[in-house]
């Protein structure tokens, strides 16, 4: 059966932009403001999961090739290694530490261990969310 | 206010009950569901329901909300959706192979 | 502060390798070869935290640097460190064993991912000093074995593994309900936080019964009295899984109570420990019966699963230092036995194909090792000296005779008597008898298999002839599980 669904597709289109910049400015605001890898990924894979169900699974896969499962042990390695460089440095596991540092373009900045942990948090739960929206959904 | 909340957690439990001793698979899955969010709706109320801002360095206020109720039931939320993900994939495996949802026919004959 | 990043290395490492693996599935002798090193390599690090905290004491560290209440701390003492070591051994001779049994399929079904991740939360389990914290890791490891229950996907397989799930859901909703009331009261999560507070403002009725809902999750996870669960769940995954579940699951749920009614909620010994002691007599009752009323072998070997959980409780119940100590002993023999008696009953199974045990018949001519490897596995179980299982036994029943429950000591000596009737039935009808089948037509060989059963029968009869080495750290196990402070002041340093 052929649906009709001009109307999801094209709010899809325009939506799914807006959604990921605004799961990016979640991200970046969670350091001091609600917000960070958590709610970012969620929202990001969000996005990802809209994009499945408009454009069907076979189209996106096409498009966007990333193993799901990959990404997500791809995160969770990520953000266990900053843990671990605390480790390296006598602190104990998960320690985090910050800096400022002059940026060509941004200025004076801070740049914290927290933000790679955060986009490890942030790949792992892009990936496990897409994972089990696409297992569930694969009719076997 | 918090007593309210803990009748309402009750309600909810009852209901979540309800639904487990059902005999359809799918409601069994919801009523766990039902059952973990109430459980949740516990956790946030055990902390004291406050009005205050978020507990976050700069905010100018007068109280702040316990914090950590918040970070349970975030960590509490996300492993009730794992979990509740691998129950429905496995009942739909079990539907699919059983051809039936119905607890009362998966119960198994002792030699298989 | 006495730091010491040594404690996460157990939780870390196996975390590590399985994502990694993730990463590499197809690659299946990368992935053996991984899995292996990272759990002999835990091993290693649970051996060096014991002699540590022989040395030095409850070794603790604070996670991210955050001081003691806010933080998450994790705590090891010499209970943890022995709970390491043993969950470290099983789980090297599961894995040998899964590597010629579980198939080629099962290997890419992210099989050692699963294994590992299962390990992972069972070590955090044993380190974490926060009650919420337990509770992920529990979650972790029922996650991971809801979906190692299931794998393979057999109609039993799903049908039990859904009664398993929904059974532990609902434990886990009852945590999570002891967490809330337990931080409304107390406005504290870090274990030795509340043993303090606890401490100040009295064990009161109420705090009471928190513990007995408390008590009530655990009982269900370590099959207390609450055992309807395990024999059906057990009995169907395959072999190397089994082994490992029956070998750890129970066990995470008993050191769980350990925990909990030894630092928290230990004012009230004559309600919450009485209530404990009759469960554990009724359990070790009707788990006793269960063995010898069956003529299934993996429901024989589930029901002794059950009688030991009750066995071990007993210990728990005296508080006192031998009944302790004796606990803990039969702790880790049982967690090597159970193992060991799941694996060579699943390769009676494999050979047979069958695990009736009145179709199965003079297995000895045959396979002779194999055969000897059951007898000695289950005079351990029953406590002959000098295996391992005596010592416990011995330790175990002079405790509990000393704090004065002698009906509880009584009834476990009772229920060896069952276990001994329910092994010898096992190993007469399996080994001895005429030999029914030829070697042509069994179903499968032990090619591969008698390593990984050998590995933990010598770790068994090690445990029983090194007695003398082993009794000094369970002692001080036993005796820092009887003095809260020492763990309160390992953590507040």
């Known amino acids: 059966m052929k649906t009709n669904d001009v109307i999801l597709k094209s709010v899809t289109r325009v939506a799914a932009v807006i959604i990921l910049t605004f799961s990016i400015y979640l991200f970046m605001n969670g350091h001091h403001h609600p917000g960070g890898g958590f709610i970012g990924g969620l929202s990001m894979s969000s996005a990802i999961v809209l994009l499945y169900l408009s454009f069907g699974v076979d189209k996106v896969r096409e498009n966007i090739r990333v193993d799901f499962k990959k990404l997500a042990a791809i995160g969770v ?17 998960l320690t985090q530490t910050f800096g400022y540092y002059d940026l060509p373009i941004f200025g004076n900045t801070e740049l914290a261990s927290a933000l790679i942990f955060d986009t490890g948090v942030a790949l792992a739960v892009i990936g496990t969310a897409v994972n089990i929206i696409l297992s569930i959904s694969e009719d076997r | 206010m918090e007593t309210l909340m803990v009748i309402l957690v009750g309600i909810l439990i009852s209901i979540g009950t309800y639904l487990i001793l059902s005999k359809q698979l799918l409601r069994i899955v919801l009523g766990a569901s039902i059952v973990g969010h109430s459980v949740n709706l516990l956790i946030i109320t055990s902390g004291g329901l406050k009005r205050g801002s978020a507990p976050l360095l700069g905010e100018k206020a007068a109280g702040f909300a316990d914090a950590i109720p918040q970070a349970l039931i975030l960590t509490a939320i996300v492993i009730n959706f794992a979990v509740t993900a691998v129950v429905l994939v496995l009942s739909y495996r079990a539907y699919k192979s059983f051809g039936t949802d119905d607890m009362e026919q998966l119960r198994g004959n002792e030699n298989e | ?70 933080g998450i701390s994790f705590v090891g003492d010499m209970f943890s460190a022995l709970l390491l070591l043993a969950t470290s051994i099983v789980a090297v001779g599961c894995l040998i064993y899964a590597f010629s049994s579980i198939g080629r399929k099962q290997e890419k079904l992210y099989f050692y991912p699963l294994f590992l991740f299962l390990i992972t939360g069972v070590n955090g389990s044993f380190l974490t000093g926060d009650l919420f914290n337990l509770y992920v890791f529990f979650e972790l490891f029922l996650v991971a074995s809801y979906v190692l229950i299931a794998l393979g996907g057999t109609q039993r397989q799903l049908r039990e593994s859904l009664k398993y799930i929904f059974t532990n859901i609902i434990a886990s909703a009852f945590f999570l309900i002891g967490i809330a009331y337990l931080y409304s009261m107390t406005g504290t ?136 100590a004796g606990s803990i002993y039969y702790l880790i023999h049982d967690m090597l036995i159970k193992g060991l008696v799941f694996l060579i009953g699943g390769t009676i199974v494999h050979l047979t194909g069958t695990s009736d045990l009145k179709k199965i018949s003079g297995l000895i001519r045959l396979h002779p090792l194999l055969g000897w490897m059951f007898f000695i596995a289950a005079l351990s179980m029953v406590g002959i000296p000098p295996l391992s299982g005596f010592l416990g036994k011995v330790f175990t029943t002079q405790g509990v005779f000393e704090a004065g429950y002698y009906w509880l000591g009584g009834i476990g000596l009772l229920t060896s008597l069952l276990i001994l009737y329910a092994m010898i039935k096992l190993f007469m009808n399996a080994f001895w008898g005429e030999t029914i089948l030829s070697a042509e037509e069994e179903k499968g060989t032990t090619k591969g298999l008698l390593f990984p059963i050998a590995l933990l029968t010598v770790a068994s009869v090690a445990m029983g002839i090194g007695a003398e080495a082993i009794t000094g750290y369970v002692t001080q196990a036993a005796e820092e599980l009887l003095n809260p402070n020492l763990y309160i002041k390992a953590v507040f340093e």
Do not use: C
Request: glycine content about 10%; proline content about 4%.
């Open chain 1, 77 to 93: 390695l990520i953000a266990i290694g900053t843990g671990m460089a605390g480790v390296i440095f006598g602190k104990p596991f």
């Open chain 3, 1 to 70: 502060m006495r730091m010491n990043n040594l404690l996460i290395a157990p939780v870390i490492i196996p975390l590590l390798t399985g994502m990694v693996l993730i990463i590499f599935q197809k690659n299946i002798m990368l992935q053996r070869i991984l899995s292996l090193v990272a759990l002999l390599s835990t091993g290693v690090i649970a051996v060096l935290l014991m002699n540590r905290i022989k040395e030095g004491g409850i070794q603790s560290i604070q996670l991210g640097g955050w001081e003691a209440p806010y």
């Open chain 3, 189 to 324: 999560l870090n274990l030795a936080h509340l043993s303090l507070r606890i401490a100040e403002i009295g064990q009161d009725g109420l705090i009471t019964t928190v513990a007995l809902l408390f008590l009530i999750v655990f009982a269900m996870k370590a099959g207390l009295l609450l055992f309807f669960w395990l024999p059906g769940s057990y009995s169907v995954p395959p072999t190397a899984i089994a082994a490992i579940f029956a070998a750890l699951l129970t066990k995470v749920g008993v050191y769980a109570i350990f925990r909990m009614f030894t630092l928290i909620f230990y004012h009230e010994p004559q309600i919450t420990h009485l209530f404990i002691g009759i469960l554990a007599a009724i359990t070790m009752i009707l788990g006793g019966l269960g063995a010898i009323g069956y003529w299934d072998l993996r429901k024989i070997l589930t029901y002794n699963v059950v009688i030991s959980v009750g066995f071990i409780m007993a210990g728990l119940v005296s508080l006192t230092t031998t009944g302790i």
